[in-house]
């Protein structure tokens, strides 16, 4: 197998719908199941389709370069196969990476764009060093444990302080997932350049939410998002209080409700 080749996803149905499907992609290192709850909210008759990126969850890992513009191709790829080809994109964080290289390579395909938790700028150096490292890490050792530290990262202070049972859930997650796939998918957003100029050279219309309380992408990478889009009036930004970087598990109704209105904003 080349290591050129598209990377596999996985699509999960978790909603059955018609018209204009909702495709949720997820963060790291993580898969589509923190999703699921945001799905419950979301109204019905919503088509909702969630990708495992490259060796999360149902994905395998296959021989392929590692790249953010890689999953949002094999995405789009999927979902041409099931005839799907104008979907509203949203994704946390590493999803939001994968939805902005897909508004940037497949902009016929995405009709409304969601960024959860998320940024456009690139890594700095040290940053980038850094999940070079974790990556060789969690290869060598074979383990997570490079990342097993982002199950309180990933949620905001009240979710740590109140709801044990989550930060447990959070964990359980991330143990499930392959060593492998957390290195090829560091080594991913390691790569990825600024996609700054995307979000501004993008037509649609764009949702950006932010826990208040996340510590990975704060607030103010949240409003940069939005003076960066094309129409910064139009770009709504949905603070979610009492959650962090996991905003979409925190709070999935308001994050639901978020992406039901963006949904709206191209059928109705
Ligand atoms: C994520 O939640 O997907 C990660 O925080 C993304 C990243 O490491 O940049």
Known sequence: MSPSET?????HDLRAGDGLPLVLVHGFPLD???WDEVARFLPDGLAVVAPDAPGFGDALLTESE???????DAVAEALAARGVERAVVAGMSMGGYVALALAERHPGLVAALGLVDTKSVADAPEARDNRLRIADEAERTGSVAPVRGMREALLGETSRATRPDLVAEVGAWIEEQRPEAVAWAQR???????????????GGPVSVVVGVEDELTPIEQAEHLVESSHDASEAALVLVPDAGHLAAVEEPEHVAGALARLHARVTR
């Open 188 to 202: 991913a957003m390691a790569s990825r350049p600024d996609r700054t100029a995307v979000l501004a050279a993008y």
């Open 7 to 11: 990377p596999e996803v996985v699509l």
């Open 32 to 34: 589509h199941r923190m």
């Open 66 to 72: 590692p790249s953010i513009e890689g999953i949002a």
